[in-house]
């Protein structure tokens, strides 16, 4: 302790408070010499004001230039990440479905079992679902055929058959009743039949109509013969709009 007392002397005690009232004096004079409205975006550096360093809540819309930030999902839209990592808007989706219980719903003349019309915003695609029962009476011992179909417009459906026809085409299904089964009880009701079929349409900007076709006779003779009577019902449609309809295949070994 006796040897730090000898180095402080009085002129080097004096020294350092003078280098201290100098240093803050300085302080002093530049924070005086700083008016209002002195510092701009030239006098700070790039990265300088940090999240951290600004008061929650005291930045407003205004205050934003537009398109810094970008726009919130709507309600009802999921945001997507596109290939690469890069977050994006995901494509839009509508989806539009309706049902019904006719009492008898058959084919009419022009083919048509119902009808659903939809509004889209866009031109796109949908993909649209149709279930239904089909409740069938058959002639006791003799097969037949029920077949639907969903399409663009109305259409007659022949007889069931392999090759180029409806029997191919998308959106068909042809439902085999066995005259062995027994369709028709006692008490009149017939044996019902539940049905789905799916088809994608390409829509339009504005109003669109996709048709449920039928059929259960008409076919004439051979291996399609007619059901005695058919009624479609319950009906329930819906259509789900997609952006995109890439191509797809499948195989069957």
């Avoid at 008061?55 to 919130?72: E, Q, T, W």
């Avoid at 839009?92 to 006719?102: C, I, L």
């Avoid at 089964?181 to 039949?193: C, I, K």
Wanted: aromatic content about 8%; overall charge neutral.
């Amino acid at each position: 302790m006796g040897r730090i007392t000898e180095k402080l002397t009085y002129a080097n005690v004096m020294v350092s408070l003078l280098a201290i009232i100098v240093l803050g004096g300085g302080v002093a004079y530049a924070a005086e010499q700083l008016g209002k409205g002195s510092v701009g975006a030239r006098e700070l550096k790039r990265g300088a004001v940090i999240s951290s360093k600004i008061k929650d809540h005291s930045i407003r819309p205004k205050d934003i230039a537009p398109g810094v930030l970008a726009p919130a999902p709507e309600e009802g839209k999921a945001t997507a990440t596109a290939p690469g990592g890069s977050p994006g808007s995901a494509p839009a989706r509508y989806v539009w479905s309706d049902e019904t219980y006719p009492v008898l719903a058959s084919p009419q003349p022009d083919g048509r079992v119902a009808s659903f019309n939809f509004t889209s915003p866009e031109a796109g695609f949908a993909i649209v679902t149709a279930h239904f029962a089909v409740r069938v009476a058959n002639v006791p011992g003799t097969d037949c055929h029920v077949q639907s179909q969903l399409a663009t417009a109305p259409a007659v459906l022949g007889p069931p058959k392999s090759g180029p026809g409806p029997a191919d085409a998308p959106g068909y299904i042809d439902l085999w009743i066995n005259g062995a089964l027994p369709t028709m009880h006692e008490d009149g009701t017939w044996q019902g039949f539940g049905q789905a079929v799916s088809r994608v349409f390409p829509v339009a900007a504005g109003p669109n109509t996709v048709y449920l076709n039928g059929a259960f006779k008409g076919y004439g003779g051979g291996k399609a013969p007619n059901c005695a009577a058919a009624a479609w019902g319950p009906i329930e449609i819906t259509a789900t709009f997609a952006s995109e309809n890439p191509a797809a295949s499948i195989t069957v070994p």
